[in-house]
């Protein structure tokens, strides 16, 4: 079992599209590497926290690989814009992979160069080891299974792409 914490704008959309997929044993929506302590939703969104929403996952990695979980996520980003995703404008709509396992890196930054290549573009993707996480209030968690209708960012088409067969062409 792995660990990663993945920052693609609103954490909603992500946490649903990332555990669509078979090996993500589970998921959490959180805030990651600020400098507060405990921050609330509201904090983060009107305070200068430093905190990205985040989802963490984990997986088997003997199911899917961490490059593989990765380049499912970069399919939900926009690896180029930089803090902001869809509608979401700010510093915690940052695109940010953050790991605690240093085991982890080597398989994240080849993602990252590959991604690069294939867009031939640089991204601004935050790679860094975690500092902290704090779970978000439990109204966000799975949100958009509660909430259909909720916003989101990615496109719905994206969050059935494992029952759709899609998911073995990444």
Not at 41 to 62: I, L, Q, R, W
Not at 100 to 127: F, G, M, R, Y
Not at 145 to 163: A, M, R, S, T
Request: charged share 25%.
């Amino acid at each position: 079992m792995k660990t990663i914490y993945l920052a693609g704008g609103c954490f909603w959309g992500t946490e649903k599209f990332i555990s669509q997929f078979k090996g993500v044993c589970s998921t959490e929506v959180g805030y990651a590497n600020g400098k507060t302590e405990n921050p609330t939703y509201s904090e983060v969104c009107h305070n200068d926290t430093g905190h990205a929403e985040t989802v963490k996952v984990m997986y088997d990695d003997t199911i899917i690989s961490t490059s593989k979980l990765l380049n499912y996520y970069f399919m939900s980003i926009d690896p180029t814009s930089l803090n902001k995703q869809g509608g979401d404008v700010g510093t915690q709509y940052r695109t940010g992979i953050y790991y605690e396992d240093d085991s982890l890196l080597p398989d994240i930054q080849s993602s990252v160069e590959k991604l690069e290549a294939s867009i031939n573009k640089k991204t601004v993707i935050e790679v860094k080891h975690l500092q902290n996480f704090y779970k978000a209030e439990d109204y966000h968690q799975k949100y958009l299974n509660k909430n259909p209708d909720g916003y989101c960012h990615i496109p719905l088409h994206l969050f059935n792409l494992e029952k759709n067969g899609e998911s073995e062409n990444v």
